[in-house]
């Protein structure tokens, strides 16, 4: 059973995650993904230097054009040819920015993402 004030809760938590670490944008807007060169990337993706996620590397994160740096949703997302699964983070994201990242992680028959989008007034 998930708490009643877990989701209040975990909002302002993944924004002091975020304000505490670097945003390193290794994959900017429009550039192919290495391994599979038509997944074009709709908007920076990088990670949070001095961070860990599931694979050993940096936590991921999606970057939209919001000013305001606050973690706008999350996208949890399987992939098959890999084996792993992990919590990507998404920065400044207008609901159409998370459209189109529900959509890449979404596109490919091995990755599939399940997106959670921050409620307004939390």
């Not at 975020?18 to 993904?33: E, K, L, M, N």
């Not at 939209?64 to 996208?75: A, D, I, Q």
């Not at 040819?81 to 091995?110: P, V, Y």
Request: charged share 25%.
């Amino acid at each position: 059973m998930v708490p009643v004030d877990l989701p209040a809760r975990f909002w302002p938590f993944a924004d002091r995650f975020v304000a505490a670490a670097d945003i390193v944008v290794d994959r900017p807007r429009g550039s192919a993904h290495p391994r599979f060169p038509e997944l074009v990337y709709p908007l920076d993706y990088g990670y949070l230097d001095g961070t860990r996620a599931i694979d050993g590397d940096g936590v991921d994160l999606w970057r939209g054009s919001l000013p305001e740096p606050r973690v706008t949703g999350v996208l949890a997302s399987m992939d098959l040819s890999k084996r792993d699964a992990e919590l990507k983070l998404l920065l400044g994201c207008t609901e159409a920015e998370m459209a189109e990242i529900d959509a890449f992680h979404n596109q490919a028959g091995f990755i599939a993402g399940l997106l959670v989008v921050r409620p307004d007034g939390v």
